[in-house]
């Protein structure tokens, strides 16, 4: 399935990448549970070295739907505030992950599961309250720009779950490798 362009679209392709992702999760070995993550040095992206651990990639998850969540709450409240809390742009954003990443390595995985596990429920909930057209209309709401709002939780939801299950497959295979 392409990326989504309609409501029933979003929160469907949200659900089953969701599920997909818990379900990786589930069949993750003692091992690999314990196998601090580590990636080689051809992968460029700087979360390749960030997280070291499936909490790291949780709680990056849950900061993300934390960010959507006060936007869009913000906003419709008549705060007027960007995306991305200042002083934070889409040029220094690895900064802002980076400060999630140090803020939550007391963070338990039992608690990152549980964080996300109630802010996924409330992104879709919020998904939910939006009709198809103010979703997915470019100029519905000024304080999205030149986006459409659902593309925001397409980032936020599916993509991002789609990016965790890689990462997870990709230490899956190097705790394979290591053991051979």
């Given at each position: 399935?392409?990326?989504p362009?309609?409501?029933?679209?979003?929160?469907?392709?949200?659900?089953a990448?969701?599920?997909?992702?818990?379900q990786?999760?589930?069949?993750?070995?003692e091992q690999?549970l314990?196998?601090?993550?580590?990636?080689?040095?051809?992968k460029?992206?700087?979360?390749?070295k960030?997280d070291k651990?499936?909490?790291?990639v949780?709680?990056h998850?849950y900061?993300?739907h934390?960010?959507?969540?006060?936007?869009?709450?913000?906003?419709?409240?008549?705060?007027?505030?960007?995306f991305?809390p200042k002083?934070?742009?889409?040029?220094?954003?690895?900064?802002?992950?980076?400060?999630?990443w140090?803020?939550?390595q007391?963070?338990?995985l039992?608690?990152?599961?549980e964080?996300l596990?109630?802010s996924?429920?409330k992104?879709?909930?919020?998904?939910e309250?939006?009709?198809n057209?103010e979703?997915?209309s470019?100029?519905?709401?000024?304080?999205v720009?030149?986006?459409?709002?659902?593309?925001?939780?397409?980032?936020n939801?599916?993509s991002?779950?789609n990016?965790?299950?890689?990462?997870?497959?990709?230490?899956?295979?190097n705790?394979?490798?290591e053991?051979?």
């Amino acid at each position: 399935m392409g990326r989504p362009t309609s409501k029933t679209d979003l929160l469907s392709a949200a659900a089953a990448s969701y599920e997909e992702m818990n379900q990786f999760i589930a069949s993750m070995t003692e091992q690999e549970l314990a196998t601090p993550f580590t990636f080689d040095d051809k992968k460029k992206e700087a979360h390749w070295k960030r997280d070291k651990n499936l909490r790291d990639v949780l709680i990056h998850l849950y900061e993300w739907h934390q960010l959507l969540l006060n936007w869009i709450t913000a906003n419709q409240n008549g705060e007027e505030q960007p995306f991305l809390p200042k002083p934070y742009t889409w040029r220094t954003y690895g900064t802002m992950n980076e400060f999630f990443w140090k803020k939550h390595q007391n963070t338990t995985l039992e608690e990152a599961k549980e964080m996300l596990t109630e802010s996924h429920e409330k992104v879709m909930d919020l998904a939910e309250s939006f009709t198809n057209e103010e979703l997915f209309s470019k100029g519905v709401y000024k304080w999205v720009g030149t986006s459409a709002l659902g593309s925001y939780f397409v980032s936020n939801m599916s993509s991002h779950y789609n990016w965790a299950i890689k990462k997870l497959k990709a230490h899956r295979k190097n705790c394979k490798a290591e053991e051979n």
